[in-house]
């Protein structure tokens, strides 16, 4: 058949199978699904702990044990403190390219004072499971883990392979996923990557109100901003003040506004958006998307997360001047951090900040380099099953396209050319976020739900022949 309609009978023959193994898997895969989230918290993954070796080792024993073939399995890293898990499930050979899935082992640390709970004990109260890493990326991680050996068990052959990545300091540096795309290409290269660590659900007043994807992150660049000056005594002050020289190109950028530019994504996440907002805004949601309306772009600059998704934005975030108080300062010094359209170029960017600080004096430097991550294209093969899954377990949800402002390890999967979707699934309120906090938690029915849909997803883009 030809894959389009193959995956058009796929959409169509949906309800009945999601139907069936609910019934049939449900208790048991819930039963599992809970094991391993458990398992995973209760291993201090932590930076300060250092124990992702162990996590990953104990993701591959349960998958050698459902009898994934421990050649499929691998426990590696650049350093002993960093070990990451990639597992392939075999697909039908000669099929396409594989499909990369993505989490990350690592958590950031939790002091054990700020919680109610241990972070690092498997807690499940009230209808949540807390513990550290519960949201971010533990659930993600369990429910991959989970999936792989329920398509064991039932002997699921895919047309194509599937690649598994459980990575080991996306928190800190991201490392691990850059090295694997560097040094072992072969093992996690795909035609695809879908990332559970990016995207998620939106609850308002318990009810599902978005489902969002993430197609594209900004680009991180931070620049310093330096004026040096010959210095003296304080008692005899001249007007060439290296203070008053960067506090007046400061300035000159506090004013300064990047020009909008939508992409294929943001132009597709303010069109879908609006759907949940009210009124007015959803007005100049929808002007800014069909016609980049200069005035409902001004308006909705407001606020600073659709502000900083139509445009590049650079902001002073430390200053350092001076040595004495009675002395002319002989150097005074500035960090701007940028977060970079996908498709601006850092050194148009810094050509920018030059012409706006107007100064020859004021020195720009970069502070590293930015890993370019370009927008993933809203593929129809990949975007049609994701809407139309979320459609059918969360019929309220609209399903939104993101851009997200910071970055994740699907960052160095683009930046590699490999097209990368973040659909995180997990439902929750955007007005109690706690990854990376105190009291970190996932509903239990929200973790089984994201679960479940993976399993359906994964199966059913996988079930496909090859790229339409
Ligand atoms: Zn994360």
Redesign the pocket.
Known sequence: MHPLRRLVALIAALPAAVGAHALSQGADARALEREILKQLIEINTSDSAGRTAEAAQAMAQRLIAAGIPAADVRVLGYAPRYQSLVARYRGKRGGAKPILLMA?LDVVDARKEDWSTDPYAFVEKDGWYYGRGTT??KA?AAMLVANFIRYRREGFVPERDLVLVLTAD??TSGNSIAWLVKEHRDLIDAEYALNT??GGGELRDGKAIAFSVQAAEKVYLTLQLEVHNKGGHSSLPEPDNAIYRLSAGLGRLATHAFPVRLNETTRAFFQRAAASQPAKIAADMRLLSASSDAGAASRLSVVPYYNSVMRTTCVATRLFAGHADNALPQVARATVNCRMLPDDPADSVEAVIRRVLADSAVHVARMGQPVPSPASPLRRDVMGPIEELARRKWPGAAVVPEMSTGA??GLHVRNAGIPTYGVGGLFDRIDDVR?HGRDERVSVKSFHEAAEYWYDLVKMLASVKARV
Do not use: K, L, P, Y
């Open positions: 990350h971010d990326n993600g996306e928190e660590d990016a994740t390890d990854a």
